[in-house]
């Protein structure tokens, strides 16, 4: 003989509690039980952050060798790499919280990260265009084009801007020469400018244009001596080409706000910081390294907005004490555990089938309530 029971043709609200209590416990379960999971090319990056670290512990040993004194105010962390307010060869004005945040090996795994993205390999030729603005990040890319064994072609501007490699006697381009000696890097410069506004350093007193001159003679460079921002311009391209021979130019590494690298003001906001697969859309009434390079189909990477780039891989604005490497999420971020997911999901989903279809709320509380009670119960077998 088959027993018979009343089914209720609605869920309870007694139910749709437990149903409402149970999706918030597994959404909780789920943001809590978060998992540390590695990014792309974790070795590579690993590896150029602390070829990063060493070069710059070396330039702070040389630095205090040749001056002792670094400003614990301008340089909470002492890394020696954040140069004067103003000195005979500064540019023009520079922000010193990026300059804070731009002494930190990790920005080598960030370099190495938007070079993978660019689609760079090994043995590939690749680009560079630096200033002594950043000097921290002309060594993070130096150690980041290393560890990936790229073929680097680098020309500098010797000037840099406020509170960047501004001292005549230990300009970027020295810093370079000493880390080739001591063998921490084996990339140099091909060529260096004057840098500065048309590459000329047009607003440094004639005594700094000197002492620009002394210095990429006393370095060994090739000397860019333009008389026109055009000029400049036509120059680079062609030491570019001539260093990269018959191989084709992989990608772009512009460092900083060099003007013959990203043209004027519009130039500069016209390409985003980080990778730029290419040239920015509508019109651009500019030339510049860059655009030459995007309208070729080069990727370019933009590494300007210091704070921005930082915020984006997690990595510590202004750090009190230098940053060790391996530390950010470049390398590793939060994630969720899918199977705990999954299962949360399905937990979720068989309760609901279970109250709504399998009459689990009846026979659980079968006595409880119901919403629109008034409707009449209909049998089940």
Same mark, same amino acid.
């Given at each position: 003989?088959?027993?018979l029971?009343?089914?209720? /043709?609605r869920? @309870?609200?007694?139910?749709? &509690?437990?149903?409402?209590? &149970?999706a ?6 789920v ?10 090319d ?44 103003? @000195?005979p ?5 520079g ?6 945040? @731009? ?29 002594g ?6 060594l ?8 990936l064994?790229l ?30 000696? /001591? ?7 091909v ?55 018959a ?7 512009n460092?900083?706000?060099g ?23 509508? #019109? ?14 080069? #990727?370019?990477?933009? &590494? ?27 390398? @590793? ?35 409880? #309530? ?12």
């Open positions: 003989m088959r027993k029971y009343w089914r209720p /043709r869920v @309870s609200r007694l139910e749709l &509690l437990v149903l409402a209590l &149970l918030v416990g597994c959404l909780v379960a943001e809590k039980f978060l998992v540390r999971e590695r990014q792309p974790y070795a590579e990056k690993i590896a150029a952050a602390r070829l990063a670290a060493r070069a710059m512990e070396a330039v702070k040993a040389e630095r205090l060798r040749r001056n002792p004194a670094i400003d614990p105010e301008a340089d909470p962390a002492g890394s020696g790499l954040i140069g004067a307010l103003m @000195s060869v500064t540019t023009n004005h922000s010193l919280p990026a300059k804070q945040t @731009s002494a930190n090996p990790n920005f080598a795994a960030v370099v190495v990260d938007l070079l993978k993205k660019a689609g760079v390999k090994e043995g590939d030729t690749v680009a560079i265009g630096l200033s603005s950043f000097p921290a990040i002309n993070c890319v130096y150690a980041a084009v290393e560890t064994k073929r680097p072609i680098a020309i500098s501007g010797a000037s840099g801007s406020q509170f960047g490699a501004n001292d005549p006697d230990f300009l970027w381009i020295d810093m370079e020469r000493v880390l080739v000696e /001591r063998q921490v890097f084996s990339t140099r410069s060529a260096a400018s004057r840098g500065g506004i048309e590459d000329r350093a047009l607003g440094i007193p004639r005594e700094g244009r000197k002492l620009l001159d002394e210095a990429i003679e006393r370095d060994g460079l090739r000397a860019i001596k333009p008389k026109t921002y055009a000029e400049s311009l036509d120059a680079r391209m062609a030491i570019y080409r001539e260093a990269a021979g191989a084709p130019i992989k990608a772009y590494v460092v900083g706000g003007t013959t690298s990203v043209g004027t003001r519009v130039g500069r906001r016209a390409f985003k910081p980080g990778l730029n697969v290419a040239a920015p859309r509508g #019109p651009l009434d500019v030339d510049s390294v860059m655009v030459r390079f995007a309208r070729d189909g080069v #990727p370019v990477l933009h &590494l300007v907005q210091i704070d921005e780039l930082a915020q984006r891989y997690g990595l510590p604005l202004q750090p009190t004490k230098m940053p060790a490497a391996g530390q950010g999420k470049v390398y @590793s971020k939060e994630a969720y555990r899918r199977s705990f997911a999954a299962a949360s999901i399905a937990l979720i989903l068989g309760a609901m089938i279970g109250f709504a279809r399998l009459d689990w709320g009846f026979r659980l509380f079968g006595g409880a #309530p119901r919403r629109g009670g008034s409707a009449p119960p209909e049998p089940k077998a």
